[in-house]
């Protein structure tokens, strides 16, 4: 299927907006109906399977133009309440109308610091755009206004321009507070503690910062330079970014916390460790977690061949588990590092993959091949150890289960032998152990997160927590939304301490910490 080009969807738009007359009057809803959404503009599915370049390539401002004029600007602005920032979405959509995206983006930023990020990979359809009134209006979420794309059209925008400005810091305060992780929770909670003017830590485990978007989510959907930029911008807020720091190991929490002097902590260390399906064969060599797969591939350039020295396993026959985006993302970037064929298993419909709907259709485009209502059973080796197949059973649908999808039912007797030679487990993340068995006192549910309160406060005083080593596997945007809450009580528990301090001298706010 050829894709309209970039110019062709600007032309487009143009003669579009042409026909709505100067100035974009203002319109009736009907007329507004009668828009059709922006498709996004694409790679090539046959060129984008050899390379790491991003697959969506933005709205023109054209187009940008075109869609925001699809917005009602309801008065209830149902979209704000399923936005879990609540970023004012008629606001910085009325600014894309009126051709100011500056004032657009700093709308978006009085509450949002990543909203290249979260343009990109926030399942919007499941969130704003789930509320939108155009979107109920034509009875399709599809049809919906697409905040997300607008969202990162003005961001991109920003960033193109050289635009983007480093958030105002209020006067040093002396107090300290440090965040563990440094990923979407982290980050937040680290800009709007550091907005206040407290000193500000961030504890990073792997040898680069950004948690899962530099490590979970490939470059053909968010490229890393993004991400970099966001660091970057923490970095001149005057936070301080500790690498290969691992707490737990590294240092203790609890050690941290009192003998460091840190007023606060933060903990946003993610949900890291992949869940298996606990069948035979899963020690074979050819069977890895999505996590280690894309870990290789993302954070340690696997896919550079010719440049990068990481190991990666070369594939033949690729079979995917699960129908989340981080099985898209493991299916497609399989694609990309040269399988012939790239299967991926889900055991219920397409209807009830988690994905994102753009996501699917992406990688159905680029090739790869879903088989849906199946699972596998166990995995197939050699002599030599080596993956040669994989087993597996045919489902049916039952009754819903707890999760309100319909309980998948293996059918007696369907076992059939898939001939792959690599295996990718992509059935979910859990909490990593490491804090829960290092820190006496902190509690944790029977899953391994950790518990918290409406503020995110968790059983130890001063130590709050979100994202998903709260929420389990969860999004951006969420992680995002926790770390806003835990941000805004942890400057009201600094701000009503009696004790006071005196300030660092200026350029000493963050002293090095003792390992």
């Known amino acids: 299927m050829s894709h309209p080009t970039p110019q062709q969807l600007a032309d487009q738009a143009r003669a579009a907006l042409e026909r ?38 933005g709205y023109t401002p054209e187009q940008a133009r075109l869609e925001a004029l699809r917005c009602w600007q309801c008065k209830n602005a149902a979209c704000v309440a399923g936005c879990p920032v609540c970023i004012n979405i008629p606001g910085f959509i009325q600014a894309i109308v009126e051709g100011d995206f500056q004032r657009s983006v700093d709308i978006i930023k009085e509450v949002s610091l990543l909203p290249a990020v979260c343009g990109r990979v926030c399942p919007q359809e499941g969130q704003c755009q789930l509320t939108c009134t155009v979107g109920k209006a034509l009875k399709d979420v599809n049809q919906a206004v697409s905040i997300g794309r607008l969202e990162r059209f003005v961001a991109d925008w920003e960033r193109e321009q050289g635009r983007v400005q480093v958030p105002p810091v209020k006067p040093a305060t002396g107090r300290k507070v440090a965040v563990v992780g440094s990923g979407p929770a982290g980050i937040t909670v680290a800009a709007d503690v550091r907005r206040e003017g407290h000193a500000v830590t961030i504890f990073e485990a792997f040898h680069k910062p950004g948690g899962v978007m530099v490590y979970g989510i490939p470059e053909f959907r968010l490229p890393k330079a993004i991400v970099q930029k966001e660091v970057e911008t923490l970095e001149q807020m005057g936070v301080k970014i500790h690498l290969n720091f691992v707490v737990g190991r590294t240092r203790k929490l609890l050690d941290q916390l009192e003998q460091d002097g840190f007023d606060a902590m933060f903990i946003g260390v993610g949900a890291g460790l992949p869940k298996f399906m606990n069948i035979p064969g899963e020690n074979l060599v050819g069977v890895f977690s999505a996590n280690e797969y894309l870990t290789r591939a993302n954070l340690m350039r696997a896919y550079d061949f010719e440049r990068a020295d990481t190991p990666i396993f070369r594939s033949t026959r690729v079979a995917v588990l699960g129908g989340g985006n981080v099985a898209m993302d493991a299916a497609r970037m399989a694609v990309r590092l040269g399988a012939q064929e790239v299967h991926l298993v889900y055991r219920r419909t397409e209807v009830e993959m988690p994905a994102r709907v753009e996501e699917v259709a992406h990688a159905k485009e680029e090739g790869v091949i879903f088989h849906i209502l199946q699972n596998a059973k166990r995995i197939l080796g050699d002599a030599a150890g080596r993956v040669t197949g994989m087993e597996c059973l045919r489902y049916e649908l039952g009754a819903p289960d707890a999760s309100g999808r319909r309980r998948p039912v293996e059918i007696p007797g369907s076992e059939f032998v898939m001939d792959v030679d690599t295996v990718i487990c992509a059935i979910g993340n859990e909490a990593n152990p490491l804090l829960r068995q290092t820190t006496a006192g902190l509690v944790h549910n029977k899953w391994g997160n950790i518990v918290t309160d409406e503020n995110q406060k968790t059983s130890l005083d001063g130590v709050y927590a979100g994202g998903d080593i709260v929420l389990g596997a969860a999004t951006v945007i969420l992680a995002m939304g926790q770390g806003r809450v835990a941000a805004a009580a942890i400057n009201q528990r600094l701000a009503a301490q009696d004790r006071p301090k005196v300030p660092p001298l200026e350029g000493a706010e963050n002293p090095e910490i003792s390992i």
Not at 32 to 54: G, V, Y
Request: hydrophobic share 30%; proline share 21%.
């Open 20 to 57: 709505i007359g100067p100035g974009c009057p203002a319109l009736k809803p009907k007329e507004r109906l009668a828009i059709p959404p922006q498709p996004m503009p694409a790679q090539d599915p046959q060129s984008r399977r050899r390379n790491l370049r991003e697959v969506a390539l």
